[in-house]
Structures are given as structure tokens and as C-alpha cells.
């Protein structure tokens, strides 16, 4: 069976999946263009591609003998599902427990990291115009006593929420499916969405992404937020309208902001670029080692099982 990776993927997953399939393998970080991708995919029967590659109709297309898609990440919004099921085609996720508390801790380090001005102050530094300790010098905020608010209480907004406690923060909530039993476990506060938006000090927003989400975070809800509040988002980048964001940093209607996502990614909106309070994260979210490496092995998992006859255990569609 003949399977295109379309990334560089850790070292232990590659030999394991080379044992079961005859490889065509991209050993890059360096993404493929969409028609290197078309190319490379004639012949193969099963595709391993990271979520940044955008599996649309015309690469289905041009696998004309595809029959697996396996996304190495928990999401799977890049990859034309519907069309894959059209065509009889599996595709599968890849989640993993070490994934949610990966971003949980991503996001909490973006939230220290913007209201402590930590990006900014190692500027400063750098500059040499750090002049010794002064009353006055370089003030942030801390997180006690705070009221931390979370859009989307899944795994990860769960794992968040416990780390925001050891911080002895107010955590505040909303979420499609309301979770009383850890409402009660953990002491959060339940409260539809633009009740959260006005009463957070900070917004982190953990939502699983799709088309009617596409600028839940827009010009509107920027102005209900306090001008005092930090957004963070360590979800998915169309979420959040950016040029409606970058407006509202420069015009001081929020304090700050930490995205390590972004709606035309890898681009970046110019106007967030030049902008000191905001930080600018490469979506790190579960870029650790432990997490990375346990996705691989469920998207190693699938793919074997799917050569093997099997009905792989993460398939989506």
C-alpha cells in the first residue's frame, strides 16, 4: 500500500509506518503548494498530512487512487470531509490526551506572557534600555483575583480552567453543552457567551472551529470586553475578525492580546505585526514533544489498522 507524507514527522512513527507501507515522503517543515501536493498524491493510496495542508476537491481529485486521508492533528477543518465521503474515501483525526493539556498550558503561558509584558520587556533589554529597578518601570498585571473567561469548555478549556485555579483566579464559562459535574468539581461560574465577553479579564478562547464561528470574536464583541481585558486565542484563527482586533489594540479599547493562530495562517495580519501589545505565537499549541509524538502514534494506529482491514478507531467521516 503506498502512502504520501506530506511533512516531516517524528523519527519512531516514520519507522513504524515504513514497515507497513511503501513510502513517498516530504522530510521538510517547509509546507508543499497545493499543486506539488496533486502531484506528489497520483498513485498513492493513503495520504498522512499535518492540519496546515488544505486537503481540498482538487487534490482528492488528483489522488485517483486514494483511499485513506489521515490528518496528523486533532482537527480535521482543512480536509474537505465531505467530498472525501463522496468519493468513499476514510478520513481520520488524530487526538491525544498530551494535545489538550499541551495548549491548555500554551494558552496560560500567553496569558502570563501578555500581562506581564515578558515578549516585550526582553526587548526592552536587548535595547539597553533596561536602567535598573524603578517603582514605576514596566508595570503589568497579575492574575490573582482576576475573572478568567472560557469559550469552549472541552479538554482543553477544562485543563485550562484547573491550571487558572492554582492562579487563584474567578473562572467564568461558556460552552455549547453547559458541564454542570465540573462546574461543581472546580467552582466555575456558567454564563452565556456576551456575558463572559463583558466580565473577563481575560478571554481565552478554546472552541472547536466551524463556518457559523467564522468571526465569533468581531468588532461587537471587542467593544463589549473592558478596556482593561486581554483576549487570547489558542483555537483556530477565523474565529477571531483580525482586522477588527488589530483596530481595537491601536485604538486602546482592549489592553492586549496573544494569538497563536491566525485566519489566513501562516499570514499574519500587518496591522498585529507592528503592534507591541499583542504577541505573536507560531501555533505552538501542543508543540511539545509528549503531545506530537502521541498523535503520531494514533495516526500511525489508523492508518495500519485501515491497511490491516480494520475500521480505524479515529475515523471522522
Known sequence: MKLLITSNIP?????????????????????LTKEEIMEMIKGQDALLCPLSDKIDKDIIDAGNSLKIIANYGAG?????????????IVVTNAPAPASAVSTAELAFGLMLAVARKIVSGDKVTRAGEFYGWRPTFYLGSQLKGKTLGIIGLGNIGKNLAKR????????????????????????????EKDDVIKSSDFLSLHTAYVPELHHMISKKELEMMKKSA?????????????EALADALIENKITGA????????????????????????????????EARLEMGE?????????????SPKNKVN
Do not use: C, W
Open 11 to 31: 523519527e519512531d512513527i516514520y519507522k513504524d509506518l515504513d514497515k507497513n507501507f511503501d513510502i513517498k515522503y516530504h522530510d521538510s517543515n517547509v509546507p
Open 76 to 88: 480535521f477543518d482543512n480536509i474537505d470531509i465531505d467530498y472525501a465521503r463522496e468519493k468513499g
Open 164 to 191: 487558572a485555579q492554582a492562579f487563584e483566579m474567578k473562572v467564568i464559562y461558556y460552552s455549547r453543552t453547559r458541564k454542570e459535574d465540573f462546574e461543581k468539581e472546580f467552582g466555575l461560574e456558567y454564563m
Open 230 to 242: 486581554i483576549l487570547i486565542n489558542a483555537s483556530r484563527g477565523p474565529i477571531v475578525d483580525e
Open 258 to 289: 496573544a494569538l497563536d493562530v491566525y485566519e489566513d495562517e501562516p499570514r499574519v495580519n500587518k496591522k498585529l505585526v507592528d503592534l507591541d501589545n499583542v504577541i505573536l505565537a507560531p501555533h505552538l499549541g501542543n508543540a511539545t514533544f
Open 298 to 310: 494514533n495516526a500511525r494506529d489508523n492508518l495500519i489498522d485501515f491497511k490491516d482491514g480494520k
